[in-house]
């Protein structure tokens, strides 16, 4: 280099006054040891990529909080997610950011709440659909999804030098502009609304919904054999040296319900009862969890052939509660609501070496603490002022910690109805508020956790608490994409 410089030097002394000189060779001198430091640090970088672990965050769809043999049903069988949970933790109090789909993805792909982007507190309507005020307003300007101004944690890993793939359900904007090769997934394969026929791919208004990058693409197979196979692709695609994050969210237990083996030579009739969400056949319904079971263990193989599950978390949870053709026991409600059935949800991870096996967890979290554990684990960071508002669920983990000083929040609109709650400790707010009436509850939940008792007259002064947390949370992230609060519905 410095051979290098004295000849730059000495060539440019006949075209520039000597008092110039010192500057020019000070400069390039500064640009030179500049580049060559820019190339150790990436050079450190890919190393240090190699110790980062992978990632792997599976998502079931309508998943009931006792659907899996390790949270308690035994008419279905599940060996393979009931595994998993021996070889990790198993979440007791694990919830979904939202009582549907849109919500909890939106949140976990941001790793804040919902209610920060707008139109998004419920589930994108079948048909590119906005189903309460602010949604409208966005459909109506073909803005109804998650924008591409909000950093995900996908970009991020992207960014930092992950390989990162999507397959399976989206169901966060049918507009090209929100496909999620905008937002960070270099490999993608989804289904873009909130529920296709398995095999042809429609949906209630017999839109296609099988995409790549924006794009339609043909398939054959059962949805949930071909979201399996494109991860497994993508796990034998990959090296030793580059970390990356998979996320693979199914369609199943999600209606139409149709099993491995219903195929059919048309598409069901679009008044098909299997459409119904709160009553699928059970032996169809158990059908889809098991198929999806056995699937997630050929992940899991495809890991540990490639010599990867030592160097690799894998996190299992659902979106949203059951509906009623789930088994939510021992909650009440049901998926739409912010009973304890249509939020809590089984939540599992495993890391080996790290998280010990057969460990129970008792800590109430959110999805969006997976957002905020994987951020950790690969070092990465936001750098836009949005915080991520999750905690580090793993590393509580593996602390030992079960109990966190915070609060959880849910909202949950969908025409003039609104669902709101707020978990403290044990104590629970839940409000069911409509036009016509409003009605509001306190329960505790670790003497009832059926939410069965109803506590707001004998414990006022907590009731008062929780209501008044709830609406300064609520107060503070509502905002739509016009920077201003939303007050329709708000009294």
Sequence with gaps: MIQFLAKTQAGCRRLFPRHLLHRIATLAFIAVVGLSTQTLSFAESKADSATRPNIVLILADDMGYGDLGCYGRTDIRTPNLDRLASDGVRLTNHYANGAECTPTRAAFL????????????????????????????????????????????????????????????????????????????????????????????????????????????????????????????????????????????????????????????????????????????????????????????????????????????????????????????????????????????????????????????????????????????????????????GIDIIQAIIDGDNQHDRKLYWRKQRGTKVWKAVRDGQLKYVSEQSPQRTREYLFDLTADVGEQNDLKETHRVDFNRLRESYHHWEKRVRQNRRGKPNTASEQ
């Design 110 to 389: 941001t790793g804040r709440y919902q209610q920060w982007i707008g139109g998004l507190e419920c589930a994108i309507g079948t048909g590119n659909v906005g189903r309460y005020d602010d949604a409208i307003r966005l459909r109506e300007t073909n803005d109804l999804g998650l924008p591409g101004t909000e950093t995900t944690i996908a970009q991020l890993l992207s960014e930092s030098g992950y390989s990162t793939a999507i397959t399976g359900k989206w169901h966060l904007g049918y507009e090209p502009k929100f496909a999620p090769n905008h937002h960070g997934f270099q490999q993608t394969f989804y289904c873009i609304g909130g529920g296709m026929d398995y095999f042809h791919y429609l949906d209630t208004v017999a839109g296609y919904n099988l995409f790549r990058d924006g794009n339609p693409v043909s398939g054959e197979g059962h949805f949930t054999d071909l979201a399996t196979e494109e991860a497994i692709k993508f796990l034998n695609h990959q090296s030793s040296d580059q970390p990356f994050f998979l996320y693979l969210p199914y369609t199943c237990p999600h209606s139409p319900f149709q099993g491995p083996d219903d195929v059919t030579a048309d598409p069901i009739p679009l008044d098909s009862p299997l459409w119904n969400q709160g009553s699928a056949p059970p032996e169809t319904y158990i059908a889809m969890i098991e198929h999806m079971d056995q699937r997630i263990g050929d992940v899991l193989k495809t890991l540990s052939h490639n010599k990867f599950d030592e160097n690799t978390v894998v996190i299992f949870a659902s979106d949203n509660g059951g509906t009623k053709s789930a088994r939510n026991a021992p909650l009440s409600g049901h998926k739409g609501s912010t009973f304890e059935g249509g939020i809590r949800v089984p939540g599992i991870i495993r890391w080996p070496g790290k998280i010990p096996p057969q460990t129970t967890s008792d800590l109430p979290c959110l999805t969006f603490d997976f957002t905020r554990s994987i951020a950790q684990l690969a070092g990465v960071s936001r750098g836009d002022g949005k915080p991520f508002e």
